[in-house]
């Protein structure tokens, strides 16, 4: 597991000064990232049917990735703050507050009482052994077990954010590794780990290249 941890850390070492070098600064990068960024999470989450659905979802993402950018938007590694992020892209009550039918039928929602509880109970965790992948992994892994919010992207950005702010680039499910990534997360945790390492390098090098 140090060995995969070590070359993702080596590859997103050198795609950083890559970055820095071909655009002058990673804002510039990502502004031109963007869309490949939003257009993946949105697809992977199904929101391309209507145009006009899909062009609200992409309108708050990217306001939201532009607020985080230009410094407006304060990230914290808190339940507070994945809030935050879910209210900004669904734009009403922040979690889901009924059994309503959901496209991937591999989660149980939470009832939307104990939400709060269930995701505040995973940041009070003691982690203080575990490497930034590690404490990513078992963020984004556990927060997907709780399947309070309207999409998927909710964790993601806030994860994502996480990444960012400890100098990695953001994973994105992009069409190829989708399958994968989501039969991981009905696997065990040392499972997903593993398997979900090993996703972030092919995700990496697709960049890349």
């Given amino acids: ?12 070492e050198l795609l950083l000064k890559k970055i820095k070098d071909n655009y002058g600064s990673l804002y510039e990068f990502f502004n031109t990232f963007f869309h490949f960024w939003i257009t993946e999470e949105l697809q992977a989450e199904g929101i391309t049917s209507e145009f ?3 062009s609200e979802y992409y309108s708050k993402y990217n ?18 703050c994945l809030k935050k992020i879910n209210k900004k892209l669904v734009g009403r009550e922040a979690f ?12 149980e929602i939470s009832d939307y009482k104990s939400i709060s509880h269930n995701v505040d109970t995973i940041f009070k965790q003691n ?11 078992y963020l984004h892994y556990n927060l997907k077990q709780i399947y309070p ?5 909710s964790v993601r950005v806030f994860t994502n954010l996480y ?15 989708k399958s994968d990534y989501y039969s991981l997360l009905t ?22 290249s």
């Fill in 1 to 12: 597991m140090e060995n995969i941890q070590f070359l993702i850390d080596r590859k997103s």
């Fill in 52 to 54: 006009d659905e899909f």
């Fill in 63 to 80: 306001n939201l990735l532009k607020e985080y950018f230009e410094g407006s938007f304060q990230f914290e590694n808190s339940i507070s």
């Fill in 187 to 208: 696997s065990s945790f040392e499972r997903f780990q593993e398997g979900f390492f090993e996703l972030i390098v092919l995700f990496l090098d697709k960049i890349d």
């Fill in 127 to 137: 982690n203080l052994n575990l490497t930034i992948l590690e404490e990513y992994a």
């Fill in 96 to 107: 889901r507050n009924k059994n309503i039918v959901h496209r991937h039928f591999l989660h």
């Fill in 163 to 177: 990444l960012l702010e400890h100098q990695y680039l953001p994973f994105i499910p992009y069409s190829s590794i």
């Fill in 149 to 153: 919010f309207y999409t998927g992207l």
